[in-house]
């Protein structure tokens, strides 16, 4: 009950999520798996040491490998990001996400990266840092965590919340080993890697850029991010501190390409505040906000004018509940739990003091708007006087989802605003120029764009260019492909991009599966989805092989049988003459006429429909 909820919430706030800290200074080794041992060393020594040419701090390790980086996932689409690097037996894994499915994956809940890869290799592992809290960049912990052994975790304190909840929803996760980290830590993973990191700004804060020191030079991973001088409720990217590790040297730079293609620079997430005050000053009625439970930056902005309006929140859909709760507990959204209210007090207040806030700005089936809108939802109706604000751009696909969920609101009288502005997705990415500044500040030998479609991926790689960095030592690669990087003898270093590929195909997540749906599974998906089924059912006499009685017929979305006597009773008489033609003694036999039937009854199904359905042959043996 969200009444309960919302009490129980206001009472408990600041109770639940203690994530265990390992705090800004020394903390001892810690074993992790594949008897490497991780030292987390403190900042002021960092400093003292100044970070970049890694190789100084490798006595132990052997500067003649080869430095592979290998992208398991998003290389070819926006989301399923996993990368690992890997030297001498020793790996570290970048982020483990999630992708939602394509419109041909009839079913499916989502995609995460394949980790046939790491096979045989568990030990190497010496480390996992997640970038920040984002799907694309968790989601796929609960499945992958137990596969691979369980390494430890590194991440900043509010993705570490947000890892532990949606661990909590799968009994396949083991208990993880989560250390805390943020840009002071620094940590020693095996004996080639020293890992720094670097705070960034995004949708959600909490965002590191990753900084790994390795026998062949420095390699930085930006994670997802945009440079926001002035962020809601997170610090601001430090350039300073950026274009000091350039001056340094820097090897490797893997990008964020998301909005590679767009020109200019990236709106601050402040500025973006600033438009949904001024459209909150015009609105008199309900506010209904529809967004991501993951933009929490955006969630912050809109407390913050809650409160500067005098309206109250309700929250709903459970993954914003959640994230509301995990990111307030450990103070990453700052507001007056009074803000929140139940359901009791939300009926005794005005139209004019009420905000809705909730997920589902992409038409999602089960999501609290759509909910809402089609009069679903337990308490909330829509009605005369209503604004519903949609805090996010479509979604490529979801566009015809959209038109007709705002139609069904504006039928109920209700208003709607999509406001561009407000674009979510794009929102939290770097633009061409924010993208020209990180690699002025990295000034990387090697680049390799990242995290996008393949077509943004070559955009990066052309402002890349346009920076200086010369095409031969731009990689732009696929999934699985391996990028190589060595030193020679006389300590230059050279790279190249392998032809030779690890397995990335996908691992498709439905219900309580993981990779138990092929791609045979999905086919028959979409063939019934486009074609429907027929079954026949016919029942034999063993001993004489004659067919008994009629077959019968079963059709589902093929064609209806009340209109179609005709083709059905043809349909009969072509499984009798199947069955009459075929001796039917032993099981071979029975099996050599179901697939008779497959064949022939789906060509002449088609050659009447020009559809082809699936055809499910049942044969009984009396
Ligand atoms: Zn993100």
Redesign the pocket.
């Known amino acids: 009950m969200a009444d309960s909820y919302f009490c129980i919430y206001k009472n408990t706030m600041i109770t639940k999520y203690k994530p265990k800290s390992i705090g800004r200074r020394t903390v001892p080794a810690r074993k992790v798996s594949g008897g490497g041992r991780v030292n987390i060393e403190n900042f002021s020594r960092r400093r003292t040491r100044p970070s970049g040419r890694g190789q100084t701090y490798f006595k132990a390790a052997d500067a003649r490998g080869k430095l592979k980086i290998i992208v398991l996932g998003g290389l070819e689409e926006v989301g399923r990001n996993m990368t690992l690097i890997e030297y001498n037996k020793e790996i570290i894994i970048i982020d483990m996400g999630l992708q939602f499915p394509e419109e041909d994956m009839p079913g499916i809940d989502y995609i995460i990266p394949n980790i046939s890869y790491f096979e045989g290799k568990e030990d190497w592992i010496k480390g996992v840092i997640i970038?920040?809290?984002?799907m694309?960049?968790i989601g796929g912990i609960p499945h992958i965590m137990g596969e691979i052994g369980n390494p430890s975790m590194f991440m900043g304190k509010l993705t570490a919340g947000l890892v532990r909840k949606r661990c909590e929803e799968y009994r396949e996760c083991p208990k993880l080993n989560i250390a805390i980290i943020d840009e002071t830590s620094s940590l020693r993973l095996g004996l080639n890697f020293k890992v720094e990191f670097l705070r960034v700004n995004?949708?959600?804060p909490d965002?590191f850029a990753v900084i790994i020191h390795t026998p062949v030079g420095t390699v930085i991973h930006t994670?997802?991010f945009k440079i926001d001088f002035s962020p809601v409720n997170d610090k601001p990217a430090d350039l300073n501190r950026i274009a000091q590790i350039g001056g340094q040297g820097v090897t490797l730079l893997l990008s964020d390409s998301t909005s590679a293609t767009k020109p200019g620079y990236q709106i601050s997430e402040s500025s973006i505040g600033d438009e949904i005050d001024r459209l909150f000053e015009k609105i008199n009625g309900r506010i209904i906000i529809g967004t991501f439970a993951?933009q929490l930056s955006r969630i912050q902005k809109i407390f913050d004018l809650a409160a500067k309006h005098g309206r109250k929140i309700y929250l709903q859909g459970r993954s914003m509940k959640d994230n509301v709760e995990i990111a307030h507990q450990i103070g990453y959204l700052k507001f007056n739990p009074h803000l929140l209210v139940c359901d009791t007090e939300l009926r005794r207040l005005q139209d004019n003091k009420i905000i809705i806030l909730g997920t589902g700005a992409q038409g999602e089936n089960n999501a609290f708007l759509m909910r809402v809108v089609t009069g679903e939802h337990k308490t909330i109706r829509l009605k005369r006087g209503d604004t519903v604000i949609f805090s996010s751009s479509i979604i490529p696909g979801n566009e015809r989802t959209i038109q007709s969920l705002k139609d069904i609101i504006v039928r109920q009288g209700a208003k709607i605003i999509h406001y561009e502005m407000m674009d979510v997705h794009a929102g939290?990415?770097a633009k061409q120029e924010d993208l020209k500044l990180m690699m002025r500040l990295l000034k990387p030998k090697f680049f390799m764009p990242i995290e996008a479609n393949h077509y943004m991926l070559q955009a990066h790689a052309d402002l890349a260019e346009q920076v200086g960095i010369s095409r031969d030592n731009i990689f732009i690669a696929d999934n699985g492909q391996i990028l190589e990087i060595e030193k020679d003898v006389k300590g230059n270093i050279g790279g190249a991009l392998s032809q030779e590929k690890v397995i990335t195909d996908y691992v498709m997540v439905d219900g309580l599966g993981v990779g138990d749906v092929s791609n045979i599974v999905l086919r028959d998906r979409r063939v019934m989805a486009e074609d429907g089924m027929i079954v026949v059912i016919a029942t034999i006499d063993s001993k004489t092989g004659d067919i008994i009685g009629n077959p019968d017929i079963i059709s589902r979305g093929f064609v209806y049988m009340k209109e179609n006597k005709k083709l059905i009773e043809d349909t009969r008489m072509k499984v009798k003459q199947i069955a009459k033609n075929s001796s039917s003694r032993t099981q071979n036999d029975i099996d050599h006429i179901k697939n008779t039937i497959r064949n022939n009854i789906g060509q002449f199904l088609f050659s009447k429909t020009k559809r082809r359905p699936m055809v499910l042959p049942v044969v009984i043996k009396v």
């Open positions: 970038t920040h809290g984002h694309d960049h995004h949708s959600i965002c994670g997802d993951s939290g990415h």
